[in-house]
T-cell receptor, first 112, second 118 residues
Framework: GENVEQHPSTLSVQEGDSAVIKCTYS??????FPWYKQELGKRPQLIID?????GEKKDQRIAVTLNKTAKHFSLHITETQPEDSAVYFC???????????FGRGTSLIVHP | GAVVSQHPSWVICKSGTSVKIECRSL??????MFWYRQFPKQSLMLMAT?????????EQGVEKDKFLINHASLTLSTLTVTSAHPEDSSFYIC??????????????FGPGTRLTVL
């Protein structure tokens, strides 16, 4: 089955800095890679996703890059703000089966 | 759109009792719902996939007789933790998938249920 590794487990940055979270996956057939943000005690919320026919996608301060050859994808957050503090999960799934495999999560702390 | 609710949001029960958690898709039909378990500071662990009108598919290591899942309609799935024990204390989250073209593969999560077994 699919295996998703996520690093780092904890990331601490100063407000205004950039933050990068990296994930690798094992199943080359995976073709959908969502990123979720989960605030303490709340539900995960999709913040951005990318499909395997795209190398990069951007939405305001958030961007995701995908390298299919190396089987890794990354989340980039620029100009971080304290409200960006949360746990971020990457996931990978195969379109047909849909069920995503989640990474272990990255706790992002943005210091004001 | 694509709102998923869960009830209750939290529950405290005595060891040995059973607890039912409901997951509803409020504004769409969900042929498939997923149940996850999340321990503090850990990732989402898929417990089972719930399909409307059929038996749930459980992940390896999840006891189907302990975690009963029923998906009786296109908008409701229930998870019953039977004979709960303290080690079952966790955050249980459901999710549902829509089939609209604008949300390919996206799943929407419920707000979660915090279960504490004394």
């Amino acid at each position: 089955g699919e295996n998703v590794e996520q690093h780092p487990s904890t990331l601490s940055v100063q407000e205004g800095d950039s933050a990068v979270i990296k994930c690798t996956y094992s199943d080359s057939a995976s073709n959908y890679f969502p990123w979720y943000k989960q605030e303490l005690g709340k539900r995960p919320q999709l913040i951005i996703d990318i499909r395997s026919n795209v190398g990069e996608k951007k939405d305001q301060r958030i961007a995701v890059t995908l390298n299919k050859t190396a089987k890794h994808f990354s989340l980039h957050i620029t100009e971080t703000q304290p409200e960006d503090s949360a746990v971020y999960f990457c996931a990978a799934s195969l379109g047909g089966s849909y069920i995503p495999t989640f990474g272990r999560g990255t706790s992002l702390i943005v210091h004001p | 759109g694509a709102v998923v609710s869960q009830h209750p949001s939290w529950v405290i029960c005595k060891s040995g009792t059973s607890v039912k958690i409901e997951c509803r898709s409020l504004d769409f039909q969900a042929t498939t719902m997923f149940w996850y378990r999340q321990f503090p500071k850990q990732s989402l662990m898929l417990m089972a996939t719930s399909n409307e009108g059929s038996k749930a598919t459980y992940e390896q290591g999840v006891e189907k007789d302990k975690f009963l899942i029923n998906h009786a309609s296109l908008t409701l799935s229930t998870l019953t933790v039977t004979s709960a024990h303290p080690e079952d204390s966790s955050f249980y989250i459901c999710s549902a998938k829509t089939t609209t073209s604008g949300s390919w593969n996206e799943q929407f999560f419920g707000p979660g249920t915090r279960l504490t077994v004394l």
